[in-house]
């Protein structure tokens, strides 16, 4: 039955939801854009937060095009956004990425690369809401507050549900914004 519910996507949805006719994309105008090169995401996940950290695209006002520069999740003084996420109940973190993008369910709605995007009427909170449906206390109302994110990276892409997000902007390395992230549990 549920089968005659969703149209096929050619089974390309990472594991985890199959697109229906309702799913829409929408872009996050206020989620900074992450560096296209190498934005080095890293995700601190615990049962009751969730946090996506990366590296920011930035300009160097003296970078002549001769060289190459090679950033690591210790290069000190970068730009970096933390995107929080409030009662997080799933998330998804890996293909496709940027090459193998058109493989991704949602990109023939406006899903793209180095993005940040929420599916409106998403088949993945359905089917969260339908898996739960069995639980003694159900209550469908509850997932009517859950939205579905989509961060897009240079190599993975970042799915969650989840009630709400915030943002914040650092200076620094990633692995000192993560540090702080985990004392912070």
Not at 10 to 28: C, F, I, M, R, W
Not at 111 to 137: D, K, Q
Not at 175 to 182: D, F, I, W
Request: proline share 6%; aromatic share 10%; glycine share 6%.
């Amino acid at each position: 039955m549920l089968s005659s519910i969703f149209k096929s996507r050619s089974n390309k949805t990472g594991g985890a939801y199959t697109v229906a006719e309702h799913d829409a994309v929408q872009p996050l105008g206020n989620i900074p854009q992450s560096s296209v090169g190498a934005p080095l995401p890293c995700i601190v996940a615990t049962e009751h937060s969730l946090c996506v950290v990366f590296l920011l695209e930035a300009h160097d006002p003296d970078w002549d095009g001769s060289y190459v520069r090679v950033v690591s999740e210790t290069s000190r003084g970068e730009p970096i956004c933390a995107v929080h996420f409030t009662h997080a109940i799933a998330h998804f973190f890996g293909p496709p990425n940027d090459e193998a993008f058109r493989g991704h369910p949602l990109a023939e709605r406006g899903l793209r690369p180095y993005g940040a995007f929420e599916v409106t009427s998403s088949s993945w909170v359905h089917a969260l809401e339908r898996m739960n449906s069995i639980h003694h206390y159900h209550d469908p109302e509850l997932f009517k507050t859950y939205r579905h994110f989509i961060l897009t990276f240079h190599d993975t892409t970042f799915e969650c549900v989840a009630k709400s997000y915030s943002c914040e902007v650092h200076t620094g390395s990633l692995q000192q914004v993560m540090e702080g992230l985990c004392r912070s549990l």
